[in-house]
């Protein structure tokens, strides 16, 4: 498909609505996607109102995307659904634990992927928020999130207002593996990101943010040890308040 091979990351908008006769199918196509047992283990939130984008903007650290998008899409892991149907059909469900959380994340990403894929398609630009697991606790209360609900992912949706260079991304060998996993030699690495390292831009970051190479950009900058330590420490903690970690 030409939308993946061409998909870029839209951060600007035009500010034509996006129909909610669209998105609603679009939504329910992306719905086909595989599924842990059929469970369909997730939930999606739209938000529209500026009011609301307000609320959750914080959370996304007031990236402009937030309030510029006709659309926010949050992806919910969710299992309180499910839950709730088995103890009103005299089932008890058992699914309060680390494993039913990680089939949720798996069901809610596949359905994010398809509903992307299918939104660009379709000539929507979209921009996946990676902030949503960091600041889950703040998304969970403004959206009101019951237990054993948990934000995943959060897609600004929109119609594109600008057409930005294409990102790189790794050769195809180093990410295949034939048979069974080979580790990587020096020669290895080298070889699969040498062509990251060498484009400008990545030269500029390395420049401006006075580094020796573009692997400290992301240890030393970007995705800090201790920033991800914390944040795993506090997602944790989610995970216990909405009920996915009852004998933590």
């Given at each position: 498909m030409d939308c993946?091979?061409?998909?870029?990351?839209i951060r600007k908008y035009k500010k034509t609505e996006v129909e909610?006769?669209?998105?609603?199918?679009?939504?329910?196509?992306?719905?086909?996607?595989?599924t842990m047992g059929n469970m369909q283990l997730y939930s999606v939130v739209v938000t529209r109102s500026t009011?609301?984008?307000k609320k959750l903007a914080p959370a996304h650290f007031n990236q402009p995307m937030?309030?510029?998008?006709p659309v926010i899409l949050t992806f919910c892991a969710d299992f309180n659904r499910f839950s709730?149907?088995?103890?009103?059909?005299?089932?008890?469900?058992?699914?309060?634990?680390?494993?039913?959380?990680?089939n949720a994340v798996s069901d809610t990403l596949l359905v994010t992927q398809n509903f992307c894929?299918?939104?660009?398609?379709?000539?929507?630009?979209?921009?996946?928020l990676g902030t949503t697991i960091y600041n889950s606790e703040q998304i969970i209360d403004v959206l009101h999130l019951p237990e054993l609900v948990v934000p995943i992912a959060t897609i600004t949706v929109g119609y594109?207002?600008?057409?930005?260079?294409?990102?790189?991304?790794?050769?195809?060998?180093?990410?295949?593996?034939?048979?069974?996993?080979?580790?990587?030699?020096?020669?290895?690495?080298?070889?699969?990101?040498?062509?990251?390292?060498?484009?400008?831009?990545?030269?500029?970051?390395?420049?401006?943010?006075?580094?020796?190479?573009?692997?400290?950009?992301f240890t030393d900058i970007r995705y800090k040890k201790e920033d991800n330590e914390n944040i795993s420490e506090c997602l944790m903690m989610v995970l216990k308040r909405q009920g996915f970690d009852k004998k933590g």
């Open positions: 993946i091979k061409n998909r870029r990351t909610a006769s669209l998105l609603n199918e679009l939504l329910e196509e992306a719905f086909r996607a595989s009011e609301m984008k937030v309030m510029n998008a709730k149907w088995c103890r009103s059909r005299k089932a008890e469900p058992g699914y309060d634990n680390f494993l039913s959380f990680m894929t299918l939104a660009e398609d379709r000539g929507l630009g979209i921009c996946y594109p207002d600008e057409y930005p260079v294409q990102p790189d991304r790794l050769p195809l060998e180093g990410i295949l593996h034939e048979e069974s996993y080979h580790d990587y030699s020096e020669e290895d690495i080298d070889r699969i990101y040498t062509f990251k390292e060498s484009l400008p831009e990545n030269q500029n970051f390395i420049k401006i943010n006075q580094k020796e190479t573009l692997a400290q950009i």
